[in-house]
């Protein structure tokens, strides 16, 4: 398989999604989109992954380089394409396809626990994934549900935490591609986290990586079914 990357921060990259590329012979490419890089064609992959960054959806959507991004996704979508965005990316995907992004009240920052939905639970897709388990989260704004989409993950704090569009479109706000190396670029860009009701210490995040092992397998679930 195929699988191409739209990257908007240096730190922001495909983190165990690489490993998972490298453990099954698959091939990869990258557009920078901070770098302003050409878009490939679409005959050129069989997978698109959007990946996170530290902007806000709702400052940058109507920015020309960004209303080009998700005409991009967008046509992906529609050219059947498998596409599956990470936090700011599946925000971005969720406006890209009617949906939109509001400000939570509070930032979630840590490790905290998730639930698929009914709609997941009975999806093949989701087979690898517990009912219940404890994921990374990092972001203050939510995506809402797509037109046609389903919610797939839910969370205490924030209850859009995972949509799917037919069988070949997945939005994620829990970072499953998530490593060790790569929450402590998170943590060198970004900081301390700012204290807040749903947010933890840096402490407590990096304590929180007991359960990356688990995180990673149902990503590496969901891709293996895809890539069969």
Same mark, same amino acid.
């Given at each position: ?45 069989? %997978? ?44 971005? %995907? ?33 087979k690898c994934f517990p009912e219940r388990f404890i994921a990374p989260i990092w972001h203050g704004d939510m995506f ?73 397998? %149902? ?10």
């Amino acid at each position: 398989m195929r699988i191409h990357f739209l990257q908007h921060e240096e730190f922001e990259h495909p983190a165990y999604i690489f490993k998972w590329i490298n453990d099954r012979g698959h091939s990869f490419s990258i557009t920078r989109v901070d770098g302003g890089e050409e878009y490939p064609g679409f005959s050129e992959f069989d %997978m698109l992954i959007v990946l996170g960054s530290l902007a806000s959806v709702n400052e940058i959507q109507d920015r020309p380089e960004v209303q080009r991004e998700m005409d991009f996704i967008r046509q992906a979508v529609d050219d059947g394409k498998y596409v599956i965005g990470f936090c700011f990316g599946a925000q971005l %995907m969720s406006v890209s396809l009617g949906g939109k992004v509001t400000s939570m009240a509070h930032r979630e920052i840590g490790w905290h626990e998730v639930r698929l939905t009914p709609d997941a639970r009975s999806s093949d897709h989701f087979k690898c994934f517990p009912e219940r388990f404890i994921a990374p989260i990092w972001h203050g704004d939510m995506f809402s549900i797509p037109p046609k989409a389903q919610r797939t993950i839910t969370g205490e704090y924030c209850p859009n935490q995972g949509y799917m569009l037919g069988d070949k479109v997945f939005g994620f706000q829990v970072l499953l591609h998530m490593t060790p190396f790569n929450l402590e670029e998170f943590m060198d860009v970004i900081g301390e986290p700012v204290p807040g009701p749903n947010v933890q210490s840096s402490q407590e995040v990096r304590e929180g990586l007991q359960h990356v092992e688990s995180v990673n397998r %149902m990503i590496t679930g969901l891709l293996d079914q895809l890539a069969e």
